[in-house]
């Protein structure tokens, strides 16, 4: 009977302590993260400061961080009123980036963090190749069938996310004297 509670009590202190890792592990929200509106980013991935938590994460999830002198990747999973983000559902995305030389935004699935395949139209836009407005700022519209102007295809994609990399940009070191500006997600609709 002795031996029956120790394995007992080994076994449940296994499953609490994998749980527990598990749930600490999964979530987008390590230590170092920076927030504003539905993005987040991590400043010190792939730094020697990354936290454990973060380092874990990553380990976990196979995703390479871009160093400090490479840029910053800003994910998104849901829109600003909090609502995950969902393929078969119509986005306005809508304002600036930080300031960065180039950036890139693309659709990703939100288990994985992969391109999902596409039929028709991309799944990511850069800086390079986006229309912009006279201020500067710029619409894009993320939405399962073809839209005019920016149009990231969502089209066949479950759960997704946003993924925008930043290179060489001065994001990385957002203080209370820096202005961090990321753009709006506005859900528009489902089919």
Same mark, same amino acid.
């Given at each position: 009977m002795r031996v029956l509670v120790i394995i007992l009590g080994v076994a449940i202190a296994f499953v609490l302590g994998v749980g527990s890792a598990f749930l600490s592990l999964r979530d987008l929200t390590p #230590?170092?993260?920076?927030?504003? %509106?539905? $993005?987040?980013? $991590? /400043? =010190? !991935? @792939?730094? !020697?400061?990354?936290? /454990? *938590?973060?380092?874990? =994460?990553?380990? =976990?999830?196979g995703e390479l961080a871009l160093g400090p002198s490479e840029g910053l990747k800003l994910l998104a999973r849901s829109d600003d009123s909090g609502s995950d983000l969902n @393929?078969?559902?119509? *986005?306005? #995305?809508? %304002?600036?980036?930080?300031?960065?030389?180039? $950036?890139? #935004? !693309?659709?990703?699935?939100?288990? @994985?963090?992969?391109? /999902?395949? !596409?039929? =028709? %139209?991309?799944r990511a836009l850069g800086s390079d190749e986006i229309v912009r407005k006279a201020d500067g700022t710029f619409t894009i519209t993320l939405a399962p069938s073809p839209q005019p102007g920016n149009w990231l295809s969502s089209e066949g994609a479950g759960q997704i996310r946003l993924a925008a990399r930043l290179y060489d940009t001065t994001a990385r070191t957002v203080t209370a004297l820096t202005q961090f500006t990321v753009p709006a997600i506005t859900a528009k609709g489902c089919r």
């Open positions: #230590i170092d993260t920076i927030e504003s %509106g539905a $993005w987040k980013g $991590w /400043p =010190r !991935a @792939g730094t !020697a400061d990354e936290d /454990p *938590y973060s380092r874990a =994460r990553l380990a =976990r999830t @393929g078969a559902c119509s *986005y306005e #995305i809508s %304002g600036q980036m930080p300031a960065a030389r180039l $950036w890139t #935004i !693309a659709v990703e699935t939100a288990a @994985g963090g992969h391109l /999902p395949p !596409a039929e =028709r %139209g991309g």
